[in-house]
C-alpha cells in the first residue's frame, strides 16, 4: 500500500464562537457513530436478499454469468479493454498459472467531449479514416464516437504488439464499469450511466454489440468473450493468488462491490442450471438507499446531488466515492464562506474554489497527511491549487477537519458494506480475502485503518482479529487481469456445457 498515515487533528475548539458552532452542527451531521452505522449494514443487508430475489430492485444485484471459483492454474493469452474510470486501457495478459501473469498495456485519456458525446460515431469519421481522407476532411465530422475511439486505440495497439493480423481471433474481456443487466456471460444492457460518463445512444444497448460492430468494420481480429464489471475482475484477479476471496470491491473514481453467492440465495434466478452452485454477483452498490431510508445524507451532499448528472441516483458512491468526497468539502467550505465563516479576510479571491469540483479528493489525502504543527501542506494546497492566500491558522485547521469528517465517514460506509457481505456470506473465523482496487484505497491515508475500524464496531465477534479475519488487499489491475480471467472462465464454461 502506497496510502501515507493520517495526522488526525480531531474536533475544532479554537475560532469565533459563531465557527464553533458551526463546527460543532458538522461534527455531528458527519459523524456516523457505531448504532447507526448498524443500522445502514442491517438495511444493507435487508436490500441485498431483496435484490437476489427480485428484479429491478435498488441494489441490482446483477449475476454475472461467472459461474464457479478459480483454481490459479488458467493460462492463455487474453486482451483486455478497461473503461469506466479516467483513462481506457488495452491489456494484453499473458496468464501463466500458479497465480502467475504478465501484462502489456497502453493508456488513453477519456476527454470531457468524449464521456459526454455520442456512443457511436454519427459521421462515419472512421469509415472515412478507412477510406484514406486525411484530418482535414475527418475534422468536419462531429465528434467521434467513444466506440469508434475505443476501436481506434485497440487497432493502434494490436498493430504496436504485431497482433494485427494474427490467424485465429483474439478472445477479449471488456471490463466495462457501469451498471449493464447481463444475460450472458458476453451479452448485457446498459441500465444508467455513472461517474459522469453520459454517452448518447447507449442506455437500452448491449455495449458488446456497439464494440464488436466498430472491431468488425475495421477488420480487428478480435472477439469479445466477456463482458465484466470491474468488480468482478477484482474480485477474480484477487482469487487467482487468493483461492479463499470471498468479494471484490472498487474504492475509487466510483464504488461498488461484488462476491460469490449460493445459486440457491438467487430467488430470481430462471435460467436453470449451471455449471456450479456459485455465482460471481455485482451488487451495484452505488445505488444502495437512493430512497435516502438510512443514509444521513446532509444538505451538502444533496447539494452534490442536484448538481450532478444524475439526481437522486448512486447516493451511496456519492458519499463514498473519489469523484465526489472533495465536491462535498467545498461545499461545506461555500456555505462557510456565504456565512462570513471563512476567508472573509483581506479580500481573499475565492473565485477558484467557488467553482463546481475545484476541490480535488486528491487535495483531501495531501491534507489528511500533514501532522506538521503551522499545518505547511494545507496552506501550500490551498494557495497553489485554489489561490487562497493570507489563509489563518483556524481556517487551516477547519478545512483540514473538513476533510477528516469526510473521509472519515466515506470509509465507514464502505465498511458498513464489506460487514453486510460478511454476515450475509456467513463468514466464520477462518475468515475471507477481499481484494480491493481503486484510487480512494490505495492512496486516501488510513482509508483502509477506518475501514478496520468500522468493520471492528460491527463485526464484535471477530474485534480484536479483524485484519487476520476479515482481510483486505490491495488486488493490482482487477481490471485488466480480472477481464482477461473472465475471459479464460468463459472459455471453460462454454466448453463445459
Ligand atoms: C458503476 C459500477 C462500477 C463502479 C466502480 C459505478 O459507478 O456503476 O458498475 O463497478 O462505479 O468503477
New binding site residues.
Given amino acids: 500500500m502506497h496510502a501515507p498515515k493520517a495526522s488526525t487533528i480531531g474536533p475544532i475548539t479554537q475560532g469565533s464562537p459563531e465557527q464553533l458552532a458551526y463546527m460543532d452542527e458538522i461534527e455531528k451531521l458527519f459523524t456516523i457513530d457505531t448504532e447507526q452505522l448498524g443500522d445502514i449494514k442491517d438495511h444493507f443487508m435487508a436490500e441485498m436478499t431483496k435484490g437476489l430475489d427480485n428484479e429491478r430492485q435498488t441494489l441490482a444485484m446483477i449475476p454475472s454469468y461467472v459461474e464457479g471459483r478459480l483454481t490459479g492454474q488458467e493460462q492463455g493469452h487474453y486482451l483486455a479493454l478497461d473503461l469506466?474510470?479516467t483513462n481506457l486501457r488495452v491489456v494484453l495478459v499473458t496468464l501463466e498459472g500458479h497465480g502467475k501473469f504478465k501484462t502489456v498495456s497502453t493508456k488513453a485519456k477519456v476527454s470531457e467531449e468524449l464521456k459526454t458525446g455520442p456512443m457511436r460515431d454519427l459521421c462515419g469519421k472512421s469509415d472515412l479514416k478507412l477510406k484514406g481522407m486525411d484530418d482535414t476532411d475527418t475534422n468536419r465530422c462531429v465528434t467521434m464516437g467513444m466506440i469508434d475511439y475505443i476501436a481506434d486505440c485497440i487497432d493502434r495497439f494490436l498493430t504496436e504488439q504485431n497482433l494485427g493480423s494474427v490467424d485465429e481471433d483474439l478472445p477479449l474481456g471488456y471490463t466495462f464499469?457501469?451498471?449493464v443487466l447481463q444475460s450472458k456471460i458476453n451479452r448485457g444492457i446498459l441500465t444508467a450511466w455513472?461517474?459522469g460518463f453520459n454517452c448518447s445512444g447507449a442506455i437500452g444497448k448491449d455495449p458488446v454489440l456497439l464494440l464488436q460492430d466498430s472491431l468488425l468494420r475495421k477488420h480487428l481480429p478480435v472477439k469479445i468473450t466477456a463482458l465484466v464489471?470491474?468488480?468482478v475482475g477484482t474480485l477474480l484477479s484477487n482469487a487467482y493468488q487468493k483461492p479463499d476471496t470471498l468479494a471484490g470491491l472498487?474504492l475509487?473514481?466510483?464504488?461498488?462491490g461484488a462476491y460469490i453467492e449460493q445459486m440457491t440465495n438467487i430467488g430470481k434466478w430462471k435460467e436453470g442450471a449451471t455449471t456450479s452452485h456459485e455465482m460471481v454477483i455485482?451488487m451495484?452498490f452505488?445505488a444502495f438507499d437512493n430512497e435516502r431510508v438510512k443514509l444521513p445524507v446532509t444538505r451538502f451532499d444533496n447539494k452534490l446531488d442536484r448538481k450532478s448528472i444524475n439526481p437522486h441516483f448512486?447516493i451511496f458512491?456519492k458519499l463514498i466515492s473519489g469523484m465526489y468526497l472533495g465536491e462535498i468539502v467545498r461545499n461545506v467550505i461555500t456555505d462557510m464562506m456565504d456565512r462570513n465563516l471563512l476567508f472573509g479576510q483581506h479580500g481573499q479571491a475565492t473565485d477558484i474554489v467557488s467553482g463546481h469540483y475545484q476541490f480535488e479528493t486528491s487535495y483531501m489525502s495531501s491534507i489528511e497527511a500533514d501532522g506538521s504543527d503551522d499545518l505547511a501542506m494545507v496552506r501550500e494546497i490551498l494557495d497553489t491549487n485554489l489561490n487562497l492566500t493570507n489563509v489563518d491558522d483556524v481556517e487551516l485547521r477547519i478545512v483540514k477537519r473538513l476533510c477528516e469528517l469526510v473521509g472519515t465517514r466515506a470509509a465507514r460506509l464502505a465498511a458498513a458494506s464489506i460487514a453486510a457481505i460478511v454476515i450475509h456470506a456467513k463468514v466464520d473465523r477462518k475468515g475471507a480475502d477481499i481484494g480491493i482496487d481503486g484510487s480512494l484505497y490505495e492512496f486516501y491515508p488510513d482509508f483502509e485503518a477506518r475501514i478496520y475500524q468500522g468493520m471492528a464496531e460491527l463485526l464484535p465477534d471477530f474485534a480484536g482479529d479483524i485484519r487476520n479475519i476479515i482481510r483486505l488487499g490491495l488486488a493490482r489491475d482487477g481490471s485488466g487481469v480480472g477481464a482477461a480471467l473472465t475471459a479464460c472462465v468463459a472459455d471453460k464454461m462454454f466448453k463445459s456445457k
Avoid: L
Avoid at 475509487?252 to 461498488?256: I, K, L
Fill in positions: 469506466g474510470g464499469s457501469f451498471p455513472t461517474k464489471n470491474d468488480t472498487i475509487g473514481t466510483g464504488a461498488n455485482n451495484e452505488g448512486q458512491e
